[in-house]
C-alpha cells in the first residue's frame, strides 16, 4: 500500500470477512498514528487483529523521496511518537513493545496467541535506510548529492538546543 493511515482501518474491515479470522497488519509509525482512534474501534468490536508497528521515530519514506528526488536534506521529519504499547493498554487493548532483536520472536508468538486487538510497538532504527522497488541513476546521483549536502548543513533546531544544555551543563551558566 502506498496510503498511509489506511492500514487500522482496513484490518478492521478486513477482520470482518470472514469474521473472526486473524487480520495481521504491519504498517510505519506516523501511519498508525494518523488514525490512532482505530484503537478503540478494534477493541469495542473486539476485532482479532494484530497490528505491528515498525516504529522508526520518523517519516523515513519522506526523507528518502526528499534526498532521491531532490538532493535535498529533510527537516522536522523526526518527532516525538506515543508509547504505543502503553496508549493501547489505556484503551483497554492489548500493548506490547519490543526493542531488541531477541526479543522479537517470543513478543510476536504473545501477541500472535492473544485473543482479540493487539498493538505491537516495534522499536527499529531510524537510520536504517529504505531501498524502493527500482532504483533509477538519476535516484542515485540526487541521494548522493543529499548525503554531501548533509555534512555540511547546519544542525537542526532540536540538535542546537541540545548542544545549548550541554553548555550549560559544562559550564553552569
Ligand atoms: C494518505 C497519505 N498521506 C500522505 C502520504 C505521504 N507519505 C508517504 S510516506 C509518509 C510518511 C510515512 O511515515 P511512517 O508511517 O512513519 O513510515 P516510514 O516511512 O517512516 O517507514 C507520508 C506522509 C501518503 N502516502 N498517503
Ligand atoms: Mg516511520
Redesign the pocket.
Known sequence: M?????GSPQAIGASFAPPDRQVIMV????????SIQNIVTATMYERPINCFI????????????EASHDGNVASETRFLNPDYAALAETCHCKGISVSEYSDLLPTVQEALAHDGPCIMDCHVD?NAL?IPPAVTPHMAANYMKSEIKSWFAPPSAEMQHLAAQADVEATGL
Do not use: H, T
Open positions: 502506498r496510503r498511509v493511515r489506511c504498517g510505519g509509525n506516523s501511519g498508525f498514528q494518523a515498525l516504529n522508526n521515530g520518523c517519516y523515513k519514506f519522506i526523507e528518502f523521496e531510524p529504505m
